[in-house]
């Protein structure tokens, strides 16, 4: 008798352990999440080291696959353009801004950086550290579709790169559950495109179903 009861104890005990593993893991795997968010990217040169800074909305959707793996992916839109400011000859730029016969002078080239649009697609890993934060970091493939526009001295103005980059991105960051189902996201993230080196930098308030 006592080993029949001891049994169907040990087997009762096994499936709570079951059911209360499975419920944990349901919970913990999470499931799809949207964000939206304010970023902003610095653009590079490679051949010529200038900087600029630009400015974009960000929208994200996710699927969390389990408690530290999930999909997701981004697209953000410029929303405010980046000034540019460098030294150039009429040589390089093909035409003679003062009109005086030659295309020989140096000239100051004024003007601005804009961000059409960015998309990635991304791995990420995800840290819990403690009940209310996660550290995560991802990588994946991004593609970006940049503009600018330039005047001159002699007020020319003409575009100088309508142009689109893609590449290998990776970046990490932290977020923060406000509540159960609310969370407070940063980004840092790293795109490595042919010409131009891209950094950026999100926050953005998401929401877990």
Known sequence: MIPAILRRTACCAAIACGVSAAAYAQTESGGLYIQGGYSSFTFEAEDTGYEVDTDAVTARVGLQLSPNWAIEADLSAGVEDGDLDFDSSEDDLDFDD??????????????????????????????????????HARAGYA??????????????????????EDGFTAGGGLSYDITENIELRGDYTWYGFDAVDVTGATVALGLKF
Do not use: W
């Open 143 to 164: 593609y970006a579709q940049v503009n600018a526009n330039v005047v001159t001295p002699g007020g020319n103005t003409f575009t100088i790169a309508e142009d689109a």
């Open 98 to 135: 003062n009109n005086d016969g030659d295309f020989t002078d140096i000239i100051n080239v004024s003007g601005d950086l804009g961000l059409d649009f960015m998309a990635g697609a991304y791995a990420r890993y995800i840290l819990p550290i403690s009940d209310k934060f996660e550290f």
